[in-house]
């Protein structure tokens, strides 16, 4: 009778750093709430972090030869829900109100959504692996949603090319920068600056941030009452918000559109430090997965990308950091955790040279 090998698990070291920032955020909300009161929405934040990393962690290890098909598989999905999301524009009153024209200048599209945050990475993507038309496609995808950030980012991606695959950033100056980065918004967000901004350019600061100010001001200012860890800033801003503005069920309004800010006012230093950490170190920094990861930390700093609605986003990202990671291979990592996997048979002949081992490569 044989003895049966035990199967090997991929990607243990990134889960570990994914599971690990989960501890150290929910630690810290417990210590605060062992002080103020217990407040449930921490561990509904936490499962938010905790369901990607497990989907994609079953994901990458059951189809280890073939997980781009998930990856297409989103694409495409992504413009069902797109064209599901057109027919209810084309019968709403924005239609009916004659706004149907993309704005740029005002970030305006009738069918602006947060598809456009998926399209990026797409377009990220499919750069990556040379697949022209798809990544045509996801830019289209990412104009008619129109997010600025996206918009913008997107651009950069097709500009670089396939010189992408040179990009590196480094992890660790990476993670310093995200740590600073809210002590930036404290300085910034508060009246003074607003009014010298007012004279210098004319403009309302409020609205050049598209409301996003008064939402900072309002945090930093009652930094204090953030007294319960993850959760607390939507606990606040839904709190306060319906007591002054009577503005029950307006979703949006409990954002704070700042997700670096976010964790810092929640789970201080410590909790900005284990989401950056986590996050850079993901990846092995030798690939150019880091700047994907690079664009939606800049992106979290205007808007919301981790916790409530955005679990799936999080299951394409790590797909395609994991996926890159395991086919962009310099000598130094010949033997890669998915060296098995088959490459898009359209990914530029450059590359391939580029990133082939002398001995069972890609």
């Known amino acids: 009778m044989g003895i049966s090998k035990r199967k090997e698990f991929y990607y243990k ?91 740029f200048i005002d970030s305006y599209s009738p069918f602006e959504s947060g598809l456009a945050f998926f399209a990026v990475v797409f377009v990220f993507f499919y750069t990556f692996t040379g697949e022209k038309r798809k990544r045509n496609f996801s830019f289209i995808l990412c104009v008619l949603s129109l997010k600025r950030m996206s918009f913008i980012f997107s651009i950069l991606f097709i500009l670089i090319g396939k010189r992408m695959a040179n990009l590196k950033v480094n992890r660790l100056v990476c993670t310093a920068i995200f740590c600073l980065i809210p002590f930036a918004f404290y300085l910034v967000c508060n009246d003074n600056v607003a009014l010298v901004f007012y004279r210098i350019t004319g403009l ?71 989401l950056a950490a986590s996050h850079f170190f993901l990846t092995s920094g030798k690939t150019c997965s880091t700047i994907l990861l690079l664009y939606i930390f800049i992106e979290c700093c205007f808007n919301h990308c981790f916790g409530a609605g955005n679990t799936v986003y999080w299951v394409l990202v790590y797909l395609v950091v994991f996926y890159i990671d395991g086919h962009q291979m310099p000598d130094s990592m010949c033997n890669s955790k998915l060296s098995d996997l088959p490459i898009a048979p359209s990914l530029s002949q450059d590359l391939i040279k580029r990133d082939s081992c002398s001995s069972g490569g890609i």
């Not at 570990?16 to 934040?45: C, K, M, P, R, W």
Request: aromatic residues 18%.
């Open 204 to 274: 309302n600061l409020n609205q050049f941030m598209m409301g996003r100010f008064d939402f900072i001001n309002l945090l930093v200012d009652n930094s204090t009452q953030i007294k319960y860890g993850l959760g607390s800033c939507r606990a606040f801003l839904s709190h306060y918000y319906q007591i002054y503005y009577n503005t029950v069920g307006l979703v949006d309004v409990y954002d704070p559109h700042n997700d670096i800010l976010r964790f810092f006012l929640e789970c201080t230093i410590l909790g900005s430090f284990s």
């Open 13 to 103: 070291r990134e889960i570990a750093l994914l599971f690990g920032n989960v501890f150290i955020l929910v630690a810290v909300s417990v210590i605060y709430q062992v002080i103020n009161g217990f407040h449930g929405d921490t561990f509904n934040e936490a499962m938010y972090f905790i369901v990607p990393a497990i989907l994609v962690f079953a994901l990458v290890n059951h189809e280890r030869g073939n997980i781009k098909k998930y990856i297409d598989f989103m694409f495409y999905l992504s413009w069902i829900c797109f064209f599901t999301q057109m027919f209810d524009v084309a019968t709403s009153t924005r239609i009916a109100s004659g706004r149907i024209m993309i704005d």
